[in-house]
């Protein structure tokens, strides 16, 4: 099956959404969405990327989000090496600059890195001569939790632009709600973050948002509500006073999403805190909630995002063209 990719200009690397131009991030959701139909179908195999090589780097732990990318890539026909970085040189005292230098020696065509360090998957792609695609690095980026974000809204809702969204919870150590951020407000959406003031960067409103520290003026009227895992392995120190008093004040319920639009869609990035974040009978809603269509939309994501940026015919010398 041959796929639309018009629009979709050839990038180096994918590093995160802020800089994308509308056409850009257009084409990579319409070339998405035509991947939707092949992972429905019994066979899911493709071989437009066979004979490609790609790494899976993963400095954090994260199965989600690794075997996403896994699948997306098997099923374009590359191979797929996943390293594990638990038993790896890393562990043994190796920079993160020797092992990019060693696996560059091999010959990859891409290597998808999650790091914990913001910067470093940025560092890293001036280092090798592949493609590197940022599988979300510290609190800085996570451009494809983004892209899928917003493929599933433009399937629901037929646009972007226009609605309101509201990114709610921990935004300071959310590089999920910084990718949106950047993606919504390029796609002429308007974004609502709101959480508590412990949880929220200072320079925050200078994305272009607009800041709520209170859930039901934050969720007034909005179209979307996007929640966000709260990280305590990020946090060094006390940022909320406790779990109960944090799902009281700003986790998801019924209650609160009453000042919502009557049909506002649910989101989360996973994995989901139950009674932390977000209530589940909020969080199961089948009318509103579109959790595991997010994850479903992953998958068609990363296999446009491994096309546009590594598909295509190669010259003689094996680069691709």
């Known amino acids: 099956m041959t796929k639309k990719r018009t629009g979709v200009p050839r990038l180096p690397h994918l590093l995160g959404i802020e800089g994308l131009s509308p056409e850009t ?20 195999r493709r071989d ?17 989000t690794r075997t996403s990318f896994e699948v997306a890539a098997k099923r374009l026909g590359a191979d797929v090496i996943n390293m594990d970085v638990a038993t790896s040189s890393v562990r043994k005292g190796e920079t993160l600059l020797d092992t990019a230098m060693t696996l560059n020696a091999m010959r990859p065509d891409a290597i998808v890195v999650r790091h914990a360090e913001s910067g470093a998957v940025n560092l890293l792609s001036q280092k090798v001569n592949c493609t590197v695609i940022n599988a979300g690095d510290g609190q800085h980026e996570h451009p494809t939790q983004a892209l899928l974000d917003a493929l599933t809204i433009r399937r629901r809702r037929g646009r972007l632009e226009g609605l309101l969204v509201a990114i709610c919870g921990d935004i300071m150590h959310s590089r999920v709600a910084r990718s949106n951020i950047h993606l919504l407000n390029i796609m002429g959406a308007r974004v609502r973050v709101v959480g508590p003031p412990t949880l929220m960067p200072t320079d925050i409103d200078r994305m272009g ?6 859930m039901r003026t934050g969720l007034k009227d909005v179209d979307i509500v996007m929640m966000l895992r709260l990280q305590t392995e990020r946090m060094q120190g006390s940022f909320v006073p406790s779990i ?11 209650d609160k999403l009453k000042v919502a639009k009557p049909d506002a869609l649910i989101m989360h990035p996973g994995p989901m805190n139950r009674g932390v974040e977000i209530d589940s009978e909020v969080a199961d809603d089948l009318d509103r909630s579109v959790i595991h269509e997010q994850v479903e939309m992953g998958v068609t994501v990363r296999m446009a995002c491994l096309d546009a940026l590594i598909g295509g015919r190669r010259n003689a010398m094996g680069a691709v063209a």
């Open 25 to 44: 991030i257009s084409g990579l959701l319409d070339l998405s969405e035509s991947y939707i139909v092949q992972n429905r179908s019994l066979d899911k």
């Open 48 to 64: 437009l990327l066979a004979g490609r090589t790609v790494i899976n780097l993963f400095f954090e732990n994260s199965t989600r």
């Open 209 to 214: 948002v607009e800041v709520h520290y209170n």
């Open 244 to 254: 109960s008093e944090y799902f009281r004040f700003f986790g998801l319920d019924h």
